[in-house]
């Protein structure tokens, strides 16, 4: 019995924070990339939440604070996660590696993973506490436009990228 088959929920539960962890980078450092409406585009410059809330110079102030301390606590774990994914792929290269060293590190990833998820999480907590009771109902409608964007987004990605892949692969022989 492999590792896999011990721990199947664990490795489900790292697959698929590593798939949010990668989603979540693609939707901060590639907006124009994963939006193919153009107004959204546009609309996703730096400035864009608090320019859509009328935010005050006070709390644009705030804001930016906030991001930049986000920014920094996410590219730490990202540089975490992308170490301990190195160490992961360097075991490959060695005969001797245990089972448990692979769910050592893996374990570690999920848990990188989860950490970016719970920083972005408390980064938007942050921001709404930052909103005034108009600008709360704002808020929530611009997080739930940004999060039905961002999933279509990837999905037309995949399915472009799926077609092209699949055009450009030779075709086997029948037998």
Known sequence: MNIFEKHRFSAFAIGLLVIMNLALIAFIAFPYVTSTDNRFKERLGKDFISNKLNFSDEQKS????????HR??????????????QELFNLMRADDHSEE????ITDEIGMAVAEIEKSTFKHFSSIRALCTPEQLVIFDELLLEIAKRKGSGHREMRQRGQGKRNQSLPSLPDN
Not at 62 to 69: A, G, N, V
Request: positive net charge; proline residues 0%; hydrophobic residues 35%.
């Open 72 to 85: 920094s606590e996410i590219r730490n774990l990202q540089r975490e996660v992308n170490q301990k994914r």
């Open 62 to 69: 705030q804001m930016f604070e906030l991001r930049q301390l």
């Open 101 to 104: 060293q692979i769910q050592i």
